[in-house]
């Protein structure tokens, strides 16, 4: 069984979403903050994204990172 780190989004309406590293730093500002200050560990907070929108987004990465996404 893979261990996966897993990175939670939480957006402004308080919805959380939980992806694996490959897809969430698909996003440059993500993968920055990652790699920069390793905030993930209580969640990266998106005060100005409502769940919806990150529900669009999250598919988004999801399709595009299907290829080459071993984490």
Same mark, same amino acid.
Do not use: R
């Given at each position: 069984? +893979?261990?996966?780190?897993?990175?939670?989004?939480?957006? +402004?309406?308080?919805?959380?979403?939980?992806?694996?590293?490959?897809?969430?730093?698909? +996003?440059?500002?993500?993968?920055?903050?990652?790699?920069?200050?390793?905030?993930?560990?209580?969640?990266?907070?998106?005060?100005?994204?409502?769940?919806?929108?990150?529900?669009?987004?999250?598919?988004?990465?999801?399709?595009?990172?299907?290829?080459?996404?071993?984490?």
């Amino acid at each position: 069984m +893979s261990s996966k780190k897993l990175i939670t989004l939480k957006t +402004s309406d308080g919805e959380e979403f939980k992806l694996g590293k490959c897809v969430a730093v698909k +996003s440059e500002v993500i993968k920055n903050l990652v790699q920069d200050v390793d905030c993930t560990c209580n969640g990266i907070p998106f005060p100005n994204i409502d769940g919806k929108t990150m529900t669009k987004v999250v598919k988004y990465w999801k399709k595009h990172s299907e290829e080459g996404c071993n984490d």
